[in-house]
């Protein structure tokens, strides 16, 4: 069984400009988790995603954005980037909403913004 | 607003010997909570979860951990450490499953030989 897949593996962007972060979740899964690992802010909760809506969002903001396709796949969109948005990019996947699923990651998307 | 303190920035233990990973959380009532570890080669990976029920929780790779309300502390453990369980370590908290999840700045295992 495939794992949770991300693309690309890493990005670079000016400042300015837009990112589109891909993520394939287990086949199967619903639901979809966004994460940013910035070098001193560490793992932060960006977004998470059930059955095609966004159902939460940590405190980023509105320019991080995203959305969930009928497959079940998502896209982290980052508009007008920022220095500050350098970051690992991190994408999970449960099987459903539920509370009692085990979450599993990707590999994750290093953003580079110069 | 919920946080999680790990005190020990970095800790390095002898192959072989027990393993014992401090973790303390502030929040309201009683929270969801988690431990995940990160190594190059094999990214992040949930290692165990606590909603409810047993204090005492077991997960992957023999480590468990014990939710102690009385001191806010869900510390991580594992009873023979081996050179593989070389990473990085983060206790989080939550309000309720894996949404609005709070990460702790991480512990940086070191194994000796």
């Known amino acids: 069984e495939a794992g949770v897949t991300q693309s690309p593996t890493h990005l670079i962007k000016t400042r300015g400009q837009q990112a589109t972060l891909r993520c394939s979740p287990i086949?199967?899964?619903?639901?979809v988790y966004w994460y940013q690992q910035a070098l001193g802010l560490g793992l932060q909760f960006l977004l998470w995603?059930?059955?095609?809506?966004?159902?939460n969002r940590g405190n980023f903001p509105p320019r991080f954005s995203g959305r969930q396709f009928p497959n079940y796949s998502s896209e982290l969109n980052v508009n007008a980037l920022e220095l500050e948005d350098s970051a690992l990019y991190l994408c999970?996947?449960?099987?459903?909403?539920?509370?009692?699923?085990?979450?599993?990651f990707g590999p994750g998307t290093r953003l580079t913004v110069l | 607003a919920q946080s999680v303190t790990q005190p020990d920035i970095h800790i390095t233990v002898s192959e072989g010997a027990s393993l014992e990973l401090r973790c303390n959380y502030s929040y309201g009532a009683t929270p969801y909570l988690f431990w995940y570890v990160q190594s190059p080669g094999q990214g992040l990976q949930l290692l165990l979860k606590y909603f409810s029920g047993d204090t005492l929780v077991q997960g992957i790779k023999g480590f468990e951990a014990e939710f102690k309300r009385s001191q806010s502390s869900f510390n991580l453990r594992k009873p023979s450490v081996h050179w593989s369980d070389a990473a990085e370590y983060f206790c989080a908290v939550a309000p309720g499953g894996y949404q609005k999840v709070t990460f702790g700045t991480g512990t940086k295992l070191q194994v000796i030989p």
């Open positions: 995603y059930d059955e095609g809506e966004e159902r």
């Open positions: 999970a996947s449960t099987r459903s909403g539920q509370d009692g699923d085990t979450q599993y």
């Open positions: 086949s199967g899964h619903t639901s």
